[in-house]
């Protein structure tokens, strides 16, 4: 049998270790059948073995955020209640030292006849609070929550809004050295959705271990150092939170996790082009010029620690950046227009082809995307060795920094089907004389308009 134990924390040694866990249910057909097995007098066998977790393993050490994906079970919430004790692995273990406020679902661990403040005292008690610290934590589960009158009535007369609200109100409020969060805040409305957003990075401030599972890329990207994929059960990627989110995509995809390439092989040995040149000579060139092999390594904005994958079928095989008189320019500056345009070429009959594009920060957090879908836009159906362009114009209010952009073309039938994407394609680095926090820039100017004969007062 599995074990899971706790342990006073120790500097630098991890706070939660799983080792070769698995869990398994028993599956039975009907109620009818747990009966016959619980009552055969041989133990006749009425159910199917099912493997949530196999042979899992990992460890988190203090400070660390970790962004679990995998899709629609997986084993995600299996792994979280496990470490949380709320179940026993079947083999393995797990040890967590500290303690640990877990947000596992709407109203885990509530009486629906106990009050939102009887519920909390439980859970405070429950953590290992003394009565004198849970009095103290109350006002300010309270306060966090804001549910008003409702913190004095029963649980069962709850929006699941206000579940959620005093689930974390009070999940945070027990002094946890983990916070385990498995989707639970998105039934949540904007404001709170803030404050909860604003206590998290408070956590990873105060280098609090924080273990999220989502389905949000984007959320891994932004938020963990780390992210871990798991897929039937089985831990298939452990490590950087934007490669993992490549290897999710592709599961989401239904391809095979790492079967694209990080690097493309050059073709043809075709030299770069050079960043000042005439535009419009370019452009008609690019337009009316049959692709021989892949041109994208030429181009002068071109990231050679792209990633690609896909089914085959098409292939994107080049591309333009155009900016006033310049093509592919080292440095494109804030508040311009700039000119994408992209080249495909099909390898078999697609009947709703569609095509895509992401705009991602250094860090993998998505800036903008849009894709033909989206937009409405009516791609003609193509045939094996049919070419198409696809143009986005972007105006390029951002910060200075560098972005990356991903493309993608899918075959959107009754069945998406992704033909081939190429993340971090394109390495666009952006200038801006107008020092700006965030990622965006919308051109915010402060100016002083008081009056000259306003006099200043002084309140004593």
Same mark, same amino acid.
């Given at each position: 049998?599995?074990?899971?134990?706790?342990?006073?924390?120790?500097?630098?040694?991890?706070?939660?270790?799983?080792?070769?866990?698995?869990? +398994?249910? +028993? @599956?039975?057909?009907?109620?009818?059948?747990?009966?016959?097995? &619980?009552?055969?007098? =041989?133990?006749?066998?009425?159910?199917?073995?099912?493997?949530?977790?196999?042979?899992?393993?990992?460890?988190?050490?203090?400070?660390?955020?970790?962004?679990?994906?995998?899709?629609?079970?997986?084993?995600?919430?299996?792994?979280?209640?496990?470490?949380?004790?709320?179940?026993?692995?079947?083999?393995?273990?797990?040890?967590?030292?500290?303690?640990? &406020?877990?947000?596992?679902?709407?109203?885990?661990?509530?009486?629906?006849?106990?009050?939102?403040?009887?519920?909390?005292?439980?859970?405070?008690?429950?953590?290992? @609070?003394?009565?004198?610290?849970?009095?103290?934590?109350?006002?300010?589960?309270?306060? =966090?929550?804001?549910?008003?009158? =409702?913190?004095?009535?029963?649980?069962?007369?709850?929006?699941?809004?206000?579940?959620?609200?005093?689930?974390?109100?009070?999940?945070?409020?027990?002094?946890?050295?983990?916070?385990?969060?498995?989707?639970?805040?998105?039934?949540?409305?904007?404001?709170?959705?803030?404050?909860?957003?604003?206590?998290? @990075?408070?956590?990873?401030?105060?280098?609090?271990?924080?273990?999220?599972?989502?389905?949000?890329?984007?959320?891994?990207?932004?938020?963990?150092?780390?992210?871990?994929?798991?897929?039937? #059960?089985?831990?298939?990627?452990?490590?950087?939170?934007?490669?993992?989110?490549?290897?999710?995509?592709?599961?989401?995809?239904?391809?095979?996790?790492?079967?694209? +390439?990080?690097?493309?092989?050059?073709?043809? &040995?075709? +030299?770069?082009?050079?960043?000042?040149?005439?535009?419009?000579?370019?452009?008609?060139?690019?337009?009316?010029?049959?692709?021989?092999?892949?041109?994208?390594?030429?181009?002068?904005?071109?990231?050679?620690?792209?990633?690609?994958?896909?089914?085959?079928?098409? &292939?994107?095989?080049?591309?333009?950046?155009?900016?006033?008189?310049?093509?592919?320019?080292?440095?494109?500056?804030?508040?311009?227009?700039?000119?994408?345009?992209?080249?495909?070429?099909?390898?078999?009959?697609?009947?709703?082809?569609?095509?895509?594009?992401?705009?991602?920060?250094?860090?993998?957090?998505?800036?903008?995307?849009?894709?033909?879908?989206?937009?409405?836009?009516?791609?003609?159906?193509?045939?094996?060795?049919?070419?198409?362009?696809?143009?986005?114009?972007?105006?390029?209010?951002?910060?200075? #920094?560098?972005?990356?952009?991903?493309?993608?073309?899918?075959?959107?039938?009754?069945?998406?089907?992704? @033909?081939?994407?190429?993340?971090?394609?394109?390495?666009?680095?952006?200038?801006?004389?107008?020092?700006?926090?965030?990622?965006?820039?919308?051109?915010?100017?402060?100016?002083?308009?008081?009056?000259?004969?306003?006099?200043?007062?002084?309140?004593?």
């Amino acid at each position: 049998m599995g074990a899971v134990s706790a342990c006073l924390p120790v500097s630098l040694s991890p706070v939660v270790r799983v080792d070769n866990v698995s869990k +398994k249910f +028993k @599956l039975f057909a009907s109620p009818a059948n747990r009966l016959k097995e &619980a009552l055969h007098p =041989f133990r006749k066998k009425y159910h199917n073995d099912f493997w949530a977790l196999k042979d899992v393993s990992f460890s988190v050490p203090p400070g660390q955020t970790v962004g679990i994906l995998g899709r629609n079970g997986s084993g995600k919430s299996t792994l979280l209640q496990i470490i949380c004790s709320i179940l026993r692995p079947t083999l393995g273990s797990v040890s967590a030292c500290g303690r640990i &406020a877990a947000l596992l679902e709407l109203g885990a661990g509530f009486n629906p006849e106990f009050t939102g403040r009887d519920n909390a005292i439980f859970q405070c008690r429950l953590s290992g @609070l003394t009565m004198n610290e849970t009095r103290h934590r109350l006002e300010l589960i309270r306060e =966090f929550a804001d549910i008003g009158q =409702f913190f004095d009535q029963p649980v069962k007369t709850y929006s699941s809004g206000m579940f959620v609200r005093l689930a974390f109100a009070t999940a945070i409020n027990v002094d946890p050295d983990i916070l385990v969060i498995d989707e639970a805040l998105a039934v949540g409305d904007a404001r709170f959705q803030r404050k909860c957003y604003q206590q998290f @990075l408070d956590y990873q401030q105060g280098h609090k271990t924080i273990l999220l599972v989502t389905h949000s890329i984007d959320i891994v990207a932004r938020h963990c150092d780390r992210a871990i994929l798991l897929d039937q #059960g089985r831990l298939i990627k452990d490590g950087d939170p934007k490669e993992v989110g490549d290897a999710y995509t592709e599961l989401l995809f239904g391809l095979a996790v790492d079967g694209g +390439k990080r690097t493309l092989a050059k073709t043809n &040995a075709i +030299k770069p082009v050079s960043s000042q040149v005439d535009a419009d000579g370019k452009l008609d060139e690019f337009l009316f010029t049959h692709p021989g092999g892949d041109r994208c390594p030429s181009r002068c904005t071109y990231n050679k620690s792209e990633y690609v994958y896909g089914e085959g079928g098409g &292939a994107i095989v080049d591309y333009l950046v155009v900016s006033g008189s310049s093509q592919d320019p080292s440095v494109l500056q804030a508040h311009t227009c700039v000119d994408l345009y992209v080249k495909v070429v099909y390898e078999r009959e697609v009947r709703s082809p569609t095509f895509g594009v992401t705009i991602q920060t250094l860090e993998g957090m998505i800036v903008s995307g849009s894709s033909t879908n989206l937009r409405k836009v009516v791609v003609r159906p193509v045939q094996p060795g049919d070419v198409r362009i696809f143009k986005i114009r972007l105006q390029l209010a951002l910060r200075a #920094g560098d972005y990356f952009v991903s493309c993608g073309i899918a075959d959107h039938g009754d069945e998406l089907h992704m @033909l081939q994407c190429r993340n971090d394609l394109i390495h666009l680095m952006v200038g801006n004389e107008h020092p700006v926090s965030g990622v965006a820039d919308l051109g915010i100017r402060i100016s002083d308009e008081t009056p000259a004969n306003v006099e200043a007062k002084t309140c004593l």
